[in-house]
């Protein structure tokens, strides 16, 4: 990993001062920390990897700050510069923003498809009920696949409801820093 790569990766410049660095890390992990997936193991997955690369960056750029990093990084920059630091921080945070909508809605997707699939397990086992009446055992099949699709549906309608809200949060998180950055 080079400086650089670690810089984007925190969504930083580089006059980035170890201040920034340390904000736009406890940024990002206010967004990507998996525990806070813990709702869905293939998005909490995905938060642990990014939330690595995050780590790493960060600790590289503790070890290795740049030759204009003094003991006292305020002096390291003017006041004009600091406008720049803030505009970092600012697209480090919209980075992580962008990051947890991607996420999200690829969540969305895979529960509308469960949801597609809980419809079909309703369907198919409605069918199977009609043409149960004379054989007991397709009943008690219905019935398992009737089971199934109600609670997959429920199930994946409350995700999709709580899922949505999310995106919609996020998109006007992203707005706003937008709106800042073009400041």
């Known amino acids: 990993m080079t400086r650089d790569e670690a810089l984007h ?30 709702h869905n193991k293939r998005l909490q997955r995905r938060a642990e990897e990014q ?27 003017s006041p004009a ?5 803030g505009q970092a921080t600012l697209a480090g945070t919209l980075a992580g923003v962008i990051a947890a909508r991607v996420q999200l809605i690829e969540q969305r997707s895979q ?9 079909i397990c309703l369907i198919v086992g ?6 149960a009446r004379r054989y007991p055992i397709l009943g008690i099949v219905s019935v398992a696949a009737i089971g ?4 997959q549906f429920i199930t994946s309608l409350q995700s999709l409801i709580f899922i949505k809200e999310r995106i919609e949060v ?14």
């Open 51 to 77: 939330f690595k690369n995050v780590q790493d960056a960060f600790r590289y750029l503790l070890k290795r700050p740049a030759p204009t990093d003094t003991a006292d990084p305020e002096s390291a920059f």
């Open 111 to 119: 529960l509308y498809e469960q949801r597609t699939f809980a419809i």
């Open 148 to 151: 199934a699709g109600v609670v």
């Open 81 to 85: 510069s600091s406008v720049t630091q």
């Open 170 to 183: 996020l998109g006007k998180q992203k707005q706003d820093l937008e709106e800042q950055l073009k400041q």
């Open 9 to 38: 990766i925190l969504g930083l410049n580089e006059q980035a001062s170890i201040q920034d660095i340390k904000s736009a890390y406890r940024e990002m992990a206010q967004i990507l920390h998996p525990d806070k997936y813990t």
């Open 126 to 131: 409605v069918l199977v009920a009609l043409a």
